[in-house]
């Protein structure tokens, strides 16, 4: 099976499911089900086996102290830019890339992993799964990355159109009352494991401030009540007041030194190995291709798809497929997955064949309807490297301008040559002491964030707006 095929199509190496202990059945068989899934839509662990090992052991000394020592726990650190964690019954316990990055000591990682460990003592996802049968997980877990074909088009729209960031409960849309729970399990567990019981609270208020900048940075007002990270879940200022109140004065470890030298050099943002955004240009250096997205567009990224955001709802999405049949069959093949109720067309329109930089390819058009909504899909495959690229662009019924930019964007699609590739870098976190002189703004200036460089200092360090550095105190940068 080829490049293409696997990066697009969900097929991933993932980690041997372990053998379950004294869980529930149930619980153990929900767990081991959805696994994969979430390996899947987060693009597997982490290449870094000093990093996952860092954490499974954190995880394991707190699991130690916990009600359910004995069973089978497996921690994973899931190599997503996203800031998530969450648990899956059976003792699953995922930590991302990305909300390593925003963690500034072991205890902040620590009250995370405690969250979590609790939802899964407390059987919280299961109890979710009781009261909504069929709105837990695989909704949860299709929510961001259902394409234009299946799901609430309005859901799907907003969460994608969003840049959904989740931490601490996203995959059971747990209750309030489960998170201030998991909360006051959590404090609980950091304090008898050593920790600062009110590293809760810190990370709390670094997703608060993340939330906010990432809002900005998407030309969206941020309101912390409303805001996608925290939905489902009571407003951070609320969570931090009580975690606060729950740590009182207790005293602990913190962990700065050792969990910064573990996350220095660890890639930050996008991987080569699933594709990096650079402005209007996406560029994949493993696979070897790119594409320019039409001012106007916006690319989010993803693990198994890449999508392509623009003026009124419109929504191209790069996916990857098999090459085994011709251009024409491929089109016809693709156009019957969609499902009848959502299509007006019988069949296919506008087929033609064509070529998009030296590329075979072939397009087609249809007419959508779906709750009232009229749209029209235009489907294109491209043949690359042996495999089917494919793009789906969807725009309301009339929408030419929407249209035109999508089309623009498709043919901009072409192969990189092996120098090209080479040359994009990825980000990566590093770990320097503060010099004497050196401000936040200076340090914002050694920031790979064009734009942001200062503000994305602060959220990565967990400062204040007026709050300054300290000379010999160490800190994050975003390095090429």
Do not use: C
Not at 49 to 58: E, K, P, Q
Not at 210 to 235: C, I, Q, T, W
Not at 377 to 385: C, D, G, M, Q, S
């Amino acid at each position: 099976m080829t490049a293409i095929y696997r990066v697009f199509s969900l097929v991933f190496l993932l980690l041997a499911t372990p053998a379950l202990a004294e869980w529930p059945a149930e619980s153990a068989a929900l767990g081991a089900k959805e696994h994969p899934k979430v390996m899947q839509k987060f693009g597997g662990a982490v290449q870094n086996d000093a990093l996952a090992a860092y954490v499974a052991d954190i995880g394991a000394q707190l699991v130690a102290l916990s009600s359910r020592p004995n069973e089978t726990w497996q921690f994973t650190v899931l190599d997503t830019p996203e800031v998530n964690a969450f648990a899956l019954p059976g003792g699953y316990v995922y930590v991302t890339r990305g909300l390593l990055a925003l963690a500034n000591n072991e205890s902040e990682l620590a009250a995370v992993l405690a969250h979590e460990i609790t939802h899964v003592i407390e059987a919280h996802v299961e109890a979710r799964q009781q009261a909504q049968k069929d709105a837990l997980l695989n909704g949860a877990l299709n929510a961001l990355v259902t394409g234009i074909f299946g799901g609430s088009e309005n859901r799907v729209g907003e969460a994608v159109r969003s840049g959904v960031e989740t931490a601490m409960g996203e995959i059971g849309a747990y209750s309030k009352e489960q998170e201030f729970a998991a909360d006051a399990g959590g404090i609980e567990l950091l304090r008898l494991a050593g920790y600062r019981p009110a590293a809760q609270a810190d990370f709390l208020a670094a997703m608060a401030a993340n939330a906010a900048l990432k809002a900005e940075m998407a030309g969206r007002e941020y309101d912390e009540s409303r805001a996608p990270v925290f939905a489902a879940h009571p407003a951070p200022a609320e969570r931090q007041s009580r975690a606060l109140a729950l740590a009182a004065d207790a005293t602990g470890r913190k962990g700065v030194d050792a969990y910064l030298s573990m996350i220095d050099g660890m890639i930050f943002g996008q991987s080569a190995r699933g594709g990096i955004v650079r402005g209007q240009t996406f560029v994949h250096p493993v696979l070897g291709f790119s594409f320019t997205a039409a001012q106007g567009l916006r690319i989010e990224n993803g693990a198994r798809q890449i999508n392509i955001l623009g003026p009124n709802r419109s929504t191209l999405i790069l996916s990857g497929a098999a090459d085994r049949a011709g251009l024409r069959d491929a089109l016809t093949a693709w156009f019957q997955q969609i499902p009848r109720n959502q299509r007006q067309s019988r069949a296919l329109a506008n087929m033609r064949l064509l070529e998009i930089n030296g590329l075979e390819a072939a397009t087609a058009t249809l007419q959508m309807r779906n709750r009232g909504q009229r749209s029209t899909l235009r489907l294109t495959v491209i043949r690359f490297n042996g495999e089917l690229v494919r793009f789906a662009g969807k725009v309301r019924r009339g929408d030419d301008e929407a249209a035109a930019l999508q089309w623009e964007t498709v043919l901009s699609f072409k192969a990189l040559g092996e120098a090209a590739a080479a040359d994009i870098a990825e980000a990566t976190i590093k770990v320097r002491r503060v010099l004497p002189g050196e401000t936040a703004a200076s340090l914002g200036r050694e920031m790979a964030v064009p734009g942001y460089g200062e503000a994305y200092f602060r959220v990565l360090n967990g400062l204040a707006p007026q709050e300054e550095v300290s000379p010999g105190v160490p800190v994050k940068l975003v390095s090429l």
